[in-house]
């Protein structure tokens, strides 16, 4: 609206510029000139028009300013004698950003924001989720089971899936888990993964190496990987962690 009432302005703007220029000229005539010198001498007394209209333009702004500044003080006054009605206001305002906030950062977490793997989009989750880690996607707490080992077998050998891991998770109150030579042992989330479960979701090691398939094999020493930010925020961000020794409920892992 306010975009039309300025265009409105502009158009009326013009043709008050145009009206005086006509009667300038209308006396020029009347003096005795032609049409064509009239036209020349009114436009010369009135002087540059484009100048005239940025002056004119300057004062719309000035006056919106003053117009804003005027509203703003007159409503400030308003509220100062309504305290009750002032904090109703604030109130209304506060929990109305909240929850709008909040629902955003919601949306933004399920349905905007995809998971930092390869191909999210074709990522399917199977099996029953129990506990405080159910819902979709990869659960983040509760215990989670897929079946059996003979079915995630099975399935891996009748091409229905493009790819096929496995995962489980620990109970949601975590395990103890602790690094040689770092002190105590601390709670943590933990999940027991296939080999392939790195590779099918397109993920790498910052340092180090995944957890590959032939850690499949029941001769294969137990390894582990931590995620970057335990790396950062429990271990310092130390690049001598790789290799050492690190227990997750009381089992020895590289």
């Known amino acids: 609206m306010r975009w039309w009432r300025r265009k409105q302005r ?8 145009r009206s005086h220029v006509e009667l300038e000229a209308e006396e020029q005539r009347e003096a005795g000139a032609s049409s064509e010198e009239a036209r020349y001498a009114a436009r010369r007394a009135f002087g540059n028009t484009t100048l005239v209209k940025e002056e004119v333009r300057r004062a ?26 002032t904090t109703a206001a ?7 950003i909240g929850a709008n906030t909040a629902i955003f950062t919601i949306i933004n977490a399920v349905l905007l924001k995809s998971l930092p793997v390869r191909d999210p989009g074709n990522l399917v989750l199977l099996g029953d989720a129990r506990g405080s880690g159910s819902g979709s996607g990869i659960p983040q707490g509760g215990s989670f089971v897929l079946y059996s080992y003979d079915l ?8 229905v899936f493009t790819e096929l891991c496995a995962v489980q998770s ?9 690094l040689a030579g770092w ?3 601390q709670l943590a989330q933990a999940k027991l993964v296939s080999g392939n ?14 957890i590959t398939p032939s850690d499949d094999s029941p001769s ?3 390894v582990a990987l931590v995620s970057f930010r335990y790396w950062k925020n429990k271990l310092g961000g130390d690049p001598s962690v790789i290799g050492s020794t690190i227990y997750v409920g009381g089992t020895p892992f590289t």
């Open 197 to 210: 479960y790195f590779e099918v979701l397109g993920i790498k090691a910052a340092i180090g190496r995944a």
């Open 60 to 85: 719309w702004s000035e006056r919106w300013f003053e117009d804003f500044f005027q509203d703003l003080r007159y409503t400030a006054r308003h509220l100062r004698k309504a305290p009750g009605f």
């Open 90 to 96: 604030v109130v209304s305002l506060a929990v109305g």
């Open 152 to 159: 995630y077998k099975h399935l891996q050998d009748t091409n």
């Open 10 to 17: 502009e158009r009326d703007l013009e043709r008050e510029l």
């Open 170 to 178: 620990t109970t949601e109150t975590g395990v103890g888990i602790r």
């Open 183 to 185: 002190g105590e042992s």
């Open 220 to 222: 294969a020493p137990p």
